[in-house]
C-alpha cells in the first residue's frame, strides 16, 4: 500500500494557478500542453509531429490515427491562442518542411515554488567540447537532463555550474563575447550598411521563409534558402511572385486542404503561372507607343500625325539628324 504524500513537492506533476484558472482553454490542449512541457528541454522548445503528439495523447479517444492528428492540430491552434506557446517552422538539411517546433511561452508567472525534492541531477558529460561551440557534448546513452525525446537544444552557459568556477577555454571565448562591456546585457555589434546585393537576398530569404513556413534564423537557413533565391531570380522570378503564390495559390491546393505544409515542390509548380500573370499586368501597365498615321508639311516644317491609345492626335516634327 502506497503512503500519502506528506510534500506535494513530492508530487510527479505540478500545475500552477495562472494556467489551472484559465477560462476557455480545452481539456485536450491542456494534455498537449502536459505532454509538450514534458519534452521540452531547457530552453522551453520542443518538436513533436502533431501525429506524435496525437497518438501519444490520445490513444484512449480514437483509433485512428487521422482523428488524433486532426485533435493535436486543434489542441496546438487552442494553445496559440492562449498565448502558451509559439509555432516555429522547421526544415531538414534538404530544405523540405518538418515538424514544427514549439517554444512554452513565459505567462509571467511567479516562480514561487522550489525545485521537487530528490529532483534528479543532470548525467556526466564526457568531458568533451564541441569545436564550434565550446559546449560540453553528453554521451549517446546518457543525454543532457530535460533535452526533449527528439533532439537536444545547446545547452545554455553558466559559469556557476563549471567546476570550481573554472570555464573551459573554448567556452571563456563565447562568455566573453556574450559579455559587453557596458554591462547592459546584450553584445551590440557594430552595424554596417548592407549592400543592394546583399538587401536584395535578404527580400528572397525572408519571401520564402513566409512561403514555405520556415524560420529563416536557423543556423545555415539564410545561406541555404539565399542561393535557392538566386536560382529563381535567375529564372525570371522576383520575391513578389513567392508571396503571390502563398497568397493566392496556395490555399487552393490539395496540399492546403489536407492540412500539410507548403514545400518547395510545390511552389516550383506553382510559380510559372504566377509569373506570366505578372507580366501580363506589367505589359498592360506599359504606356502603348502611338500610331504613326501619316507626314505632313507645315510651314516648310516635315510633321508626323500620331494618334495615341486614348484616341488623342498629335502633330511631332521630324527632325533630321545629320552628321
Not at 31 to 37: Q, S, T
Not at 252 to 267: A, M
Request: charged letters at 30%; glycine letters at 8%.
Amino acid at each position: 500500500m502506497t503512503s500519502q504524500v506528506e510534500d506535494r513537492r513530492r508530487l510527479p506533476i505540478f500545475i500552477h494557478s495562472t494556467i489551472d484558472d484559465m477560462t476557455g482553454i480545452t481539456p485536450n490542449a491542456m494534455r498537449v500542453y502536459m505532454h509538450l512541457a514534458r519534452r521540452a528541454g531547457k530552453s522551453g522548445f520542443a518538436f513533436p509531429s502533431y501525429q506524435s503528439i496525437g497518438d501519444h495523447c490520445f490513444s484512449s479517444v480514437s483509433d485512428n490515427h487521422a482523428t488524433r492528428r486532426s485533435m493535436a492540430r486543434k489542441a496546438i491552434d487552442d494553445l496559440i491562442a492562449h498565448k502558451l506557446i509559439e509555432k516555429r517552422a522547421r526544415v531538414t538539411g534538404d530544405g523540405d518542411s518538418d515538424s514544427n517546433g514549439y517554444v512554452l511561452l513565459d505567462t509571467g508567472m511567479p516562480i514561487d515554488t522550489p525545485m521537487p525534492i530528490d529532483t534528479p541531477m543532470p548525467n556526466k558529460h564526457t568531458g568533451m567540447l564541441n569545436r564550434h561551440t565550446g559546449m560540453p557534448i553528453g554521451t549517446k546513452d546518457t543525454p543532457i537532463e530535460g533535452s526533449p525525446i527528439e533532439g537536444s537544444p545547446i545547452e545554455e552557459l553558466s559559469i556557476d555550474n563549471t567546476p570550481n568556477g573554472v570555464v573551459p577555454m573554448a567556452q571563456t571565448s563565447i562568455v566573453s563575447a556574450l559579455t559587453p562591456s557596458n554591462g547592459n546585457g546584450k553584445h551590440e555589434k557594430p552595424k554596417r550598411e548592407r549592400s543592394d546585393k546583399q538587401k536584395e537576398l535578404d527580400d528572397w530569404v525572408n519571401a520564402l521563409a513566409v512561403a514555405l513556413e520556415f524560420d529563416a534564423k536557423i543556423p545555415g537557413a539564410y545561406g541555404k534558402w539565399s542561393k535557392i533565391g538566386k536560382g529563381y531570380a535567375a529564372a525570371g522570378y522576383v520575391p513578389a511572385d513567392v508571396l503571390a503564390w502563398k497568397e493566392s495559390a496556395w490555399p487552393l491546393s490539395w496540399q492546403y486542404e489536407k492540412g500539410y505544409k507548403p514545400t518547395k515542390n510545390v511552389l516550383d509548380e506553382g510559380l510559372p503561372e504566377i509569373r506570366r500573370k505578372r507580366e501580363k499586368l506589367e505589359a498592360k501597365a506599359r504606356p502603348t507607343p502611338p500610331k504613326m498615321l501619316g507626314v505632313v508639311n507645315i510651314d516648310g516644317k516635315r510633321m508626323q500625325i500620331l494618334k495615341h491609345a486614348d484616341g488623342r492626335e498629335e502633330l511631332k516634327e521630324i527632325v533630321e539628324v545629320t552628321a
